[in-house]
């Protein structure tokens, strides 16, 4: 038995501030929506009550527009042309993990790697396409049932959320709430029904990913929004994979949907949402992604100091060590294993994520987190 949820069936570039949005930046403070945020999470990393954090997001909010992500599915191997300029492509297919590639109008054929989504039983890839208009995909006789979609976040027609008008605070940083970055929840459903129902199981293990999306993003909302019609689409989630991710400028993202109670990732007894981001490891287990790809680049100091911070956030508030060795126990199957509280993602699985040098950078990540 698989321990992951099965679902039913297998900016415009805007360079506005984002200071007055909920995120979470280094050194900055988390906001929960407009919901006041529970004081079980609200006290400053110097262990002091941050009475801020109770209720000063709780100021209504502001109508924003964003992009709607527009797509264009295809089915096969063979080129395909889209109608606008595609910010990514994503592809999933059967069989082999290996063996499929795609190539960009007048350009080279690149192999498709799985990357941080791994499937179960065949391979998925999110390309930067570079506002492409076409691409083809081929594949070996290994691989079948492939399926692609051109995906546009930047320049479709304008939706309006209902976004925070200001942040609220929690132990002292900020977190960008799925409307301030444009999420479509209607994404989360299937025939009229949520597509993968929510699970909580207690917390027990930290998985660090990143994204194997291209550095130096000039937009990456706009990557987040790929991600997520990528995962709840195109890989049949019904949601975003990772609990929350980190751009190169600090900002954090909340990820998965977890409820209406202002607490991102956890339900209201504390127990947290099961994602999609680390096969046979997700109960339990809360991801972090860093947006980017982090093979042969260090993540930036503002990723690495935000993703420190939040590793100490959320250790403190469940009573976690991050330097420990601990057996997570999986909640659905029991199936065990010895592994530290704080791991990437290749701890669990045949896979480059989170990249070799942010891998290497593990060990410092969890000695300064766990650092009073």
Not at 40 to 59: H, K, P, Q, R
Not at 133 to 141: G, I, L, M
Not at 167 to 186: I, M, Q
């Amino acid at each position: 038995m698989s321990e992951t949820p099965t679902p039913a069936q297998p900016s415009h570039r805007r360079k506005r501030s984002l200071s007055r949005r909920g995120m979470i930046a280094a050194g900055g403070a988390v906001a929960a929506g407009a919901a006041v945020t529970p004081m079980v999470f609200a006290a400053t990393d110097s262990g002091e009550t941050d009475n801020s954090a109770a209720g000063s997001g709780d100021s209504g909010t502001t109508p924003e527009k964003f992009p709607a992500t527009r797509t264009e599915a295809a089915t096969g191997t063979g080129e395909t042309t889209t109608a606008f300029a595609a910010s990514y492509v994503g592809v999933r297919w059967s069989g082999s993990r290996e063996g499929a590639a795609i190539r960009l109008a007048d350009g080279d054929w690149q192999p498709l790697k799985s990357g941080c989504e791994i499937v179960e039983d065949g391979g998925t890839a999110l390309v930067a396409a570079q506002n492409a208009t076409a691409y083809e995909v081929k594949a070996s006789s290994g691989i079948d049932g492939v399926l692609s979609l051109a995906i546009d976040t930047t320049d479709g027609p304008g939706r309006t959320f209902q976004v925070p008008s200001e942040p609220t605070r929690v132990r002292g940083v900020r977190y960008l709430s799925r409307p301030a970055w444009g999420a479509d929840e209607s994404k989360r459903y299937k025939d009229g029904k949520v597509n993968s129902p929510e699970k909580y199981y207690p917390l027990q293990i930290i998985t660090v990913h990143h994204t194997a999306t291209p550095n130096d993003d000039p937009d990456p909302a706009a990557t987040v929004r790929a991600i997520y019609e990528m995962h709840a689409i195109t890989n049949d989630w019904g949601d975003i994979g990772y609990h929350f991710l980190i751009d190169e400028a600090g900002n954090v993202y909340e990820g998965r949907y977890s409820g209406e109670d202002g607490i991102p990732a956890f339900n209201p007894d504390g127990d947290l949402v099961t994602g999609f981001h680390s096969v046979g490891y997700n109960s339990g287990a809360l991801g972090i992604a860093l947006l980017g790809t982090l093979s042969q680049q260090a993540p930036t100091d503002a990723a690495k100091a935000s993703l420190i911070r939040l590793i100490k956030v959320i250790s403190r508030f469940k009573g976690l060590d991050p330097q420990a060795r601990v057996t997570y126990t999986n909640p659905v199957n029991g199936t065990k294993k010895d592994t530290n509280t704080v791991g990437g993602h290749r701890d669990y699985f045949s896979t480059e994520c989170p990249g070799q040098v942010m891998y290497d950078l593990l060990a410092e990540v969890r000695e300064a987190a766990a650092r009073r």
